[in-house]
């Protein structure tokens, strides 16, 4: 649902918590219902964006020390480890992740506190099973897993890895979903404090350490596998409290415990579509790196590892608004409202597009400057890094279309997307990498993420009636294309693809950015963003209110 213009009642800068008297009308609790939902994507999506730079800043580190550490070929080894780790990860997950936050979610809704507690051992359980099949058969299968990825490098290396992260596998795959599921309670500082925050933080301290004292592949392995564990346990005692705390306030008028088979039924008749749909979303985002590896060399892996990882980390903010909105999106639909899920959706596609496209646009044009960081190595990693980046603008475009579409229930039409965009992928792949080496694999995943989101948005907008853009689309994809796209461009013909250069695009198109959000910030709903800053500052809280509006 589009916004009414700037300066109108919807657009209110008013900070939350100073309101008139309480609406008398239909309209006018519309108004203030979605100026509720409004400030709890802001308030939630700001404490996980905050989070998520930590991460991602944390992982760029990471990356940096890894590849100057072991080298290109030596990152290569590890990263495509990691990819696989990464891969059977989501297999024993089976969607058990997704499935949680939007059964849960939708539970608390509709007051079927009740069925919580058994739910939770309908996708803990299973999945903790599934990992420890899994990491039974990487630790016999090491060697032939090895000898297929990793080309031109150290096969014994990553039996070593893989028999190391081998068994991690159960652990992390059941801290995932216990942390999604604490975001189904309406809590994000679980998901936050341990997935993009505490692991991330103990992991670079234990890899620089490792390198710094001599330690090895080996000792690199082991400190980036350990938190795992730690976070594990943090994840379930957290968990524990949620559910506790929500069976305490349960309503006595709830409705009584459903039958296990019907739970089991209603839960997985979800999340397994969605669990196969996320095993195709990981190994697309993954795949080309194994791929890489064994199709060409271990050090041109390690350089694209390198660049697609760090690439990655851009959609920080399309991870804190999915992170927010899910919890949220599910409620609102499982009690038909569909218009207010609409409105959420649109404005926070226009606040996600706002803090991201700069980013990448800057990425485009002074892709050299960036790529030094990693050192001399890695300069061939400039054209892929070209290529992704306008990737990440397409998939930024469409917002948390594929979020929409799960917690409207639709797990199998993600299904169908990803099975299209994973077939384009391994075929792009294996056709591009022998001749055009890593230009190919990125041209490749690029091509993927177009299908996927495509499908999504079409999906969405003519079967669900939702769709990101409205007033305000224009608006942010025009200021941050003109901004840091075309000033970007003035700036290097000025100054030449150096640190100046990119420091003086950032600094004047930022400047001329902000200027013109602030113009239209009531188009863009930015009041509600300034308001629900003012009301954390006024009021701590220990929990955020990222879940369900009650």
């Not at 800068?13 to 009308?25: E, I, K, M, S």
């Not at 559910?243 to 039924?265: D, G, I, K, T, Y």
């Not at 930024?396 to 169908?416: E, P, R």
Request: hydrophobic share 55%; glycine share 12%; aromatic share 8%.
């Amino acid at each position: 649902m589009s916004t009414t213009g700037r300066g109108g009642p919807e657009l209110a800068g008013t900070p939350v918590g100073v309101q008139d008297a309480a609406p008398a009308t239909t309209a006018g609790r519309a108004v203030e219902a979605g100026r509720g939902d409004l400030t709890t994507l802001a308030r939630g999506g700001a404490f996980s964006f905050v989070g998520l730079v930590c991460k991602a800043g944390l992982g760029s580190a990471l990356y940096v020390v890894v590849a100057r550490g072991l080298g290109a070929g030596g990152a290569g080894v590890f990263f495509s480890s990691v990819a696989l780790f990464t891969i059977l990860t989501s297999v024993a997950q089976w969607g058990a992740h997704t499935g949680s936050v939007r059964i849960i979610s939708r539970y608390r809704a509709l007051d079927r506190v009740a069925d919580l507690r058994t739910t939770l051992w309908l996708a803990l359980g299973p999945v903790f099973a599934a990992g420890v099949l899994l990491a039974a058969g990487v630790i016999l299968l090491a060697p032939q897993l090895a000898g297929v990825f990793v080309r031109r490098g150290s096969p014994e290396e990553a039996v070593g890895y893989l028999r190391i992260l081998a068994a991690f596998i159960p652990l992390y795959a059941v801290s995932t979903v216990a942390l999604s599921a604490g975001r189904g309670f309406g809590s994000l500082i679980p998901y936050v404090s341990v997935e993009n925050i505490g692991m991330p933080a103990i992991r670079i301290v234990g890899v620089l350490a490792a390198v710094a004292a001599g330690l090895g592949a080996s000792g690199v392995i082991v400190t980036w596998a350990l938190p795992v564990a730690l976070g594990c346990a943090v994840a379930l005692f957290w968990l524990r409290r949620l559910l506790r705390r929500a069976e305490a306030a349960a309503a006595p008028a709830a409705p009584p415990r459903q039958p296990v088979s019907a739970l089991a039924r209603e839960f997985w008749s979800f999340s397994a579509p969605r669990g196969l749909a996320g095993v195709f979303q990981v190994s697309i985002s993954w795949l080309d790196v194994i791929l890489v590896g064994s199709l060409r060399s271990a050090r041109e892996a390690g350089v694209y590892a390198a660049v697609s990882r760090a690439v990655v980390l851009g959609t920080f903010g399309l991870e804190a608004v999915r992170l927010t909105i899910a919890p949220q999106i599910s409620g609102l639909l499982a009690r038909g409202e569909r218009e207010r899920a609409q409105r959420l959706y649109q404005t926070a596609s226009w606040w996600l597009i706002a803090a991201s496209w700069p980013a990448y646009c800057v990425i485009i044009v002074f892709a050299p400057v960036v790529l030094r960081v990693f050192g001399a190595e890695f300069a061939d990693g400039q054209t892929p890094l070209v290529i992704l980046s306008v990737a990440m603008l397409a998939n930024l475009a469409t917002g948390n279309v594929t979020t929409v579409l799960l917690m409207g229930g639709k797990s199998s039409w993600n299904l169908f997307n990803t099975a299209a965009a994973l077939t384009s992928n391994v075929v792009l792949n294996l056709v591009l990498i022998p001749r055009y080496g890593i230009a190919g694999a990125a041209i490749a995943w690029t091509a993927s993420i177009v299908v996927d989101n495509s499908l999504a948005l079409a999906q969405t907008w003519r079967l669900m009636g939702m769709r990101p853009f409205g007033r305000g689309y224009p608006i942010v994809t025009g200021s941050a294309l003109l901004c840091f796209g075309a000033g970007g461009m003035i700036a290097r013909a000025l100054l030449g693809p150096s640190v100046p250069g990119l420091l003086a695009a950032v600094v004047v198109g930022g400047c001329v950015y902000v200027a013109v959000l602030w113009r239209f910030r009531g188009v863009l709903q930015l009041g509600i963003l300034r308001g629900a800053a003012q009301r954390r500052r006024a009021r701590p809280t220990d929990e955020t209110d990222a879940g369900v509006t009650r």
